[in-house]
């Protein structure tokens, strides 16, 4: 990266616009349609009576209206349109749901942060607004907005999971989106790793408090179930994916979920990220630093990383000390520079970026 002008991650990620891909009324399996939706790292919080399937009608809505997102406001489509798309992936034959869920998403309040650690841009707002009366069901069209401060996060993130639309909408159980989509959030990373406590994981995939409290239950309901769909069908997903287990005594307390794309996914991706760059970025949305690709971190850096600062995310913190080192002399000692600046971050009382 030139070091005059130096670029930052906030004045890259204006420069840098993301794109939907495919077509989200059909469905391709050499050309799947994907929407690259802003990261829980970004999207801090999200509350309200949000469903599984209200996630896929908002990734799909979101999706099809990609290109008009920053010049239109109201949006229209056939309700029976939409529905067709679902039915498709293993959906309801009627299309009635579709009004249900976009009261439910109006109501649904996000959060976000985007731009550089300590000069960070908050902000709130629902999900999306729109015309859910018995009138308007009778037209048979659905009118809604995506919130325009919403939609200038989402056409451009600072870090984004581009999400494959149709297997994300075919994905059946109550768990399987969410986790589906915490793992894409991860995939685009150098070390496409996901480690996390169950207790974190519990919060992330939302578990009722008093339900399926203990780890058998959680692996043989929800995480067995959703990863079966992915691993029996890789190249739907774009990837495969293996979990290990860790305990602390004789409980296991948390467990690391590694990707591996598929050999598709990996051309098609190098085809999009030349079409879309304008800054040199990872597919995440993260600068990508010149010639550090060659600073392979050893698993022992990551344990002792963990170490260093315990209840930080050390793979987001991989990817920000990336960034601090891509306009500085290569370290001599790359793993010892990588723990100490996650060391650093931890002293000072960085917050979670999870």
């Given at each position: ?14 420069a ?11 469905t ?6 994907t ?24 990734a799909f ?9 920053a ?11 939409i ?12 299309s ?22 300590g ?34 996060v ?28 915490l ?18 994981l519990r ?22 179930p959703?990863?079966?769909?992915i ?33 598709e ?18 597919s995440?949305?993260q ?18 990383a963990?170490?260093a ?12 000390w ?14 010892g ?15 979670n970026?999870k």
């Amino acid at each position: 990266m030139p070091k005059t002008p130096k670029t930052t991650l906030k004045q890259a990620s204006l420069a840098f616009e993301v794109h939907a891909s495919g077509n989200p009324w059909e469905t391709n399996a050499e050309s799947p349609a994907t929407v690259p939706l802003p990261n829980d790292v970004i999207i801090t919080k999200v509350d309200g009576p949000y469903t599984e399937r209200d996630r896929k009608l908002w990734a799909f809505l979101v999706a099809a209206v990609w290109d008009d997102l920053a010049t239109t406001r109201i949006h229209e489509m056939r309700a029976a349109k939409i529905n067709a798309v679902f039915h498709e992936q293993g959906g309801t034959t009627t299309s009635s749901w579709i009004w249900e869920s976009a009261r439910r998403l109006s109501k649904t309040i996000v959060e976000w942060e985007q731009g550089e650690d300590g000069k960070r841009l908050q902000g709130i707002s629902n999900m999306m607004n729109a015309v859910t009366s018995k009138e308007a069901r009778t037209t048979g069209f659905l009118r809604f907005e995506i919130p325009a401060l919403l939609g200038e996060v989402i056409r451009n993130p600072c870090r984004f999971s581009r999400i494959r639309l149709h297997f994300m909408i075919g994905l059946s159980g109550k768990y399987a989106v969410t986790l589906y989509m915490l793992l894409e959030s991860v995939a685009n990373k150098q070390t496409p790793v996901l480690d996390v406590q169950i207790n974190q994981l519990r919060q992330w995939l939302k578990v009722p408090e008093g339900k399926l409290e203990k780890w058998f239950d959680i692996k043989r309901f929800i995480l067995e179930p959703a990863l079966k769909q992915i691993n029996d069908n890789p190249n739907a997903a774009g990837f495969s994916v293996v979990m290990d287990e860790f305990k602390e005594g004789r409980a296991v307390n948390r467990v690391r979920f590694t990707l591996v794309k598929t050999a598709e996914r990996l051309e098609g991706e190098k085809s999009l990220m030349q079409k879309e760059k304008t800054v040199p970025f990872e597919s995440d949305g993260q600068i990508k630093p010149i010639d550090n690709d060659s600073l392979i971190l050893p698993t022992s850096a990551y344990e002792q990383a963990k170490k260093a600062a315990p209840n930080l995310d050390i793979y987001f913190l991989e990817n920000e000390w990336r960034i601090w080192i891509a306009d500085k002399p290569k370290p001599n000692n790359p793993p010892g520079s990588f723990v100490g600046f996650c060391r650093s971050r931890y002293e000072k009382g960085i917050p979670n970026s999870k």
